[in-house]
């Protein structure tokens, strides 16, 4: 099982700019990949970007540019710097890890909201 814990969320004007953090613990060795997804009120949680254990990062072209994903393995922990946050970018962010094997996890979500 793997356990995660989003935080770094908040209120913030347009423009501005905010750091989620999604700490991992539990069988941290079989994560193959993490990510970040969100949900806005009455739509679908939608991808954000994602960071494998090897490889290239990868983005949503709506966030390409102004997110970056990057992981910290020594804490076991994946970072979602964002700027130039708009206005559309306000729901709640949850961490997502991918288990070798296809098991997934997921954080219980942490509130942006980005104020015009």
């Known amino acids: 099982q793997v356990q995660l814990v989003e935080s770094g969320g908040g209120l913030v004007q347009a423009g501005g700019s905010l750091r989620l953090s999604c700490a991992a613990s539990?069988?941290?060795?079989?994560?193959?990949?993490m990510g970040w997804y969100r949900q806005a009120p009455g739509k679908q949680r939608e991808w954000v970007a994602s960071?494998?254990?090897?490889?290239?990062?990868m983005y949503a072209d709506s966030v390409k540019g102004r997110f970056t994903i990057s992981r910290d393995n020594a804490k076991n922990t994946v970072y979602l710097q964002m700027i130039s946050l708009k206005p559309e970018d306000s729901a709640v962010y949850y961490c997502h890890a991918v288990q070798i094997g296809g098991r997934s996890a997921w954080g219980q979500g942490t509130q942006v909201t980005v104020s015009s």
């Open positions: 960071i494998p254990s090897a490889g290239m990062t």
């Open positions: 539990g069988i941290i060795f079989s994560i193959a990949s």
